[in-house]
């Protein structure tokens, strides 16, 4: 494949898949940096200007890849990774500061991708010294920083669809079945708990949906886990549709519900018994989650959220909001698994709760995240990370942080109003009030 054939096809991907690709490119100009560094010994310029003396900080470029890597992932970009390369850069190009040529290409390859996913720079701009697109300007200062032949390419171009055709599935709760779904949409509720014995949690749901609160109390107790106690008796009096199962949210005061199923999306009006109608354009996203929330002020909204996909798997999270009139949504590139939807989205991840809101997107704090809850607003977010349940209260300031550990680890979590349920392995719980 010439370098000309090789660009033709890079640029017929879609972005999101570009800077995939262009990830894996820079991980080769890490490993060069890596290698030219390696002997620890500290590398001093002074600037030409007022003779100012610096050290290089041969953690900038790791650090920046770790940032491509969340900003991917769905977080922003951190502006200390900005503003530390503002003074080597500088440097480099007034002639202060001098590489060999070979890692000056890889500095400048992890610098400007960093650049382009931060929308500091985009896919149009030209850089100073070149003629050619910024994502091109990648390609070649990496395929230049290890002095390789176009053969490179070939090989980049390889492990970018094998790490592609590689990619797990992501882990999901299991769906709704289709008659299960069917029955929901036409509003058949008995035809729905015929196909649900297997089901606690969403049989519980539809059993409150016809009325049989009693048997709905015992199904949600079996489908945590847990005994009707007491304490659990009165959380799920005030608040058992909290617990609905990933497919399912039912409006205030059990007006109508809301079901899906993997690209669809339909519901039924249990006041006026017809069904809810969604007009949805066929763009292939599938459907993970869906939640309402009730406000006083603004009244109801209702939240969808899920993977986009394409022909190698998922690509991006989304969350749409619903109004009356359309919808509005936001994409994170990068494909997560969902663990808790409101007015934004938590996802599972290894060592960071992250909120993505629209275009706002922030860590909370530092902790797994096995299982997340949301409360109404947004205003509180507790996960846990199979051992100890946070609760992240968020204000206008950093968030603050209390931590709840119990007898056995962590199973179920769910926030109803500013009330915190939490269910232990050993099937013991524990409730408390938010803010106390």
């Not at 100012?52 to 769905?74: Q, S």
Request: negative net charge.
């Amino acid at each position: 494949m010439t370098r000309a054939e090789l660009l033709a096809a890079f640029d017929a991907l879609p972005p999101y898949r570009r800077y995939q690709a262009l990830r894996i490119a820079v991980g080769d100009a890490l490993r060069v940096w890596r290698a030219y560094r390696q002997d620890g010994v500290p590398l001093d310029y002074r600037d030409g200007v007022v003779g100012e003396l610096h050290t290089v900080d041969d953690t900038l470029p790791a650090r920046a890849v770790e940032d491509i890597d969340a900003m991917l992932g769905g977080t922003f970009p951190d502006p200390e990774i900005t503003h530390g390369y503002l003074e080597p850069i500088t440097a480099m190009q007034d002639g202060d500061l001098d590489f060999p040529s070979t890692i000056e290409l890889a500095y400048y390859a992890i610098y400007n991708l960093h650049r382009l996913i931060a929308k500091e720079v985009t896919p149009t701009v030209y850089d100073r010294q070149s003629t050619s697109p910024a994502e091109h300007v990648v390609v070649a200062q990496v395929c230049g920083a290890i002095a390789a032949t176009d053969a490179w390419g070939d090989e980049w171009w390889a492990r970018i669809w094998d790490a592609w055709a590689c990619t797990p599935d992501l882990p999901h709760t299991p769906r709704l079945s289709e008659p299960a779904f069917e029955a929901l949409v036409a509003g058949d509720l008995d035809a729905a708990l015929r196909e649900l014995v297997d089901d606690s949690l969403m049989r519980a749901i539809v059993l409150a949906l016809s009325g049989q609160q009693h048997e709905a109390l015992l199904a949600a107790a079996a489908g945590l886990g847990a005994a009707l106690t007491d304490e659990l008796r009165t959380w799920l009096e005030a608040h058992l549709f909290e617990l609905c199962p990933d497919a399912i949210a039912v409006a205030a005061m059990r007006a109508h519900y809301i079901v899906i199923r993997s690209e669809r999306i339909a519901g039924w009006n249990l006041v006026a018994r017809h069904p809810e109608v969604f007009e949805y354009p066929a763009v292939g996203p599938l459907f993970r989650l869906v939640r309402y929330q009730h406000d006083a002020e603004h009244g109801q909204f209702l939240y969808c959220a899920g993977e986009c996909v394409d022909a190698q798997g998922a690509w991006a999270t989304f969350l749409e909001e619903r109004i009356t009139d359309g919808f509005s949504r936001f994409e994170i590139y990068g494909a997560r698994s969902l663990a808790a939807l409101g007015p934004g989205v938590i996802a599972h991840h290894a060592s960071r709760v992250v909120w993505s809101a629209g275009p706002s997107r922030a860590v909370l704090g530092e902790a797994a995240v096995l299982g997340a809850a949301v409360d109404d607003d947004g205003s509180a977010v507790a996960t846990h990370d199979g051992v100890r349940v946070s609760i992240w209260e968020r204000g206008d300031d950093s968030p603050s942080c209390a931590r709840i550990t119990g007898p056995a680890a962590p199973r179920t979590i769910a926030i109803g109003g500013r009330d915190l349920l939490v269910v232990w392995a050993d099937g013991s719980v524990t409730t408390r009030r938010l803010g106390q």
